[in-house]
């Protein structure tokens, strides 16, 4: 229905538009993915000031009309995450995470766990970014990924052989079966070793903030895992979990 509408917002992208204005990718407890116009936002003197940039956590006031766009009528600001901001591994690891939420939940359906996933992960990477440790890691992009997965239905069944449940000599994994597979049904798989395997199953029965580890080879066939499970079930193909910065 027309009218105004307020929500909290997460600012996943935002774009140009015309002489002064932006178009907005929003994320929302309750509303999904949405669409909105920020007008006049780049003049100098805007009232929003800088605060309807990508990564912004947000209380926003929008109104409805009968157009795709919602209209920004006022924004405050929850989070902005500075410490991201002055970080470039940070800001390259946010830009993906949000790419992910925006390409994997592209509808107006609601998934209030979603937006507290990306709102938890854009705080994360603010504190890391300040805190001078490790910064981003492949280990954490996989671990969101992975939740990410178990938010949209998606999660790999990693208990036991996703093709005839047998529950040991799991060795390969296969996408188009959506999950583990033994040796009696690995055609078609590919190779997931024990540590691979233990990552997953970690990352998703953990919180973000207990990510676990593991060795290269191993997040490189999670990574596949995961890239192939979107593919087959999701038919979508994201930009790679880390850059060349991480």
Known sequence: MAGPVKTEAVVLRSIRY???????????????RVGA???GVRRARSRFGGRLEPFFRLSMELHEGRGELLTVTGAHTLAGHPRLRGDARALDAAARACDAVARLFETSEAHPAVFNLVCRALALLDERAGSGG???????ALAFR?????????????????SCGEREHLRGFSGAAGGVVCEACEAGSFPLSEEAHSFMAAALARPLT??????????????????????HHAHLRLM????PLG
């Not at 490790?134 to 954490?140: D, F, L, W």
């Not at 178990?150 to 036991?160: D, E, F, K, S, W």
């Not at 060795?215 to 490189?220: I, P, S």
């Open 18 to 32: 015309g002489e002064a204005d932006r178009i907005l990718h929003l994320y929302t407890p309750q509303r999904g």
């Open 37 to 39: 116009i920020a007008k």
């Open 134 to 140: 490790a910064g981003p890691t492949r280990a954490a």
């Open 146 to 162: 992975l939740k990410l997965l178990l938010a949209a239905g998606l999660a790999p069944q990693l208990g036991g052989c996703a």
């Open 210 to 231: 207990e990510a676990p580890t593991a060795g290269d080879a191993a997040l490189g066939q999670a990574d596949r895992a995961i890239s192939v499970t979107l593919e």
């Open 240 to 243: 790679p979990a880390v850059g």
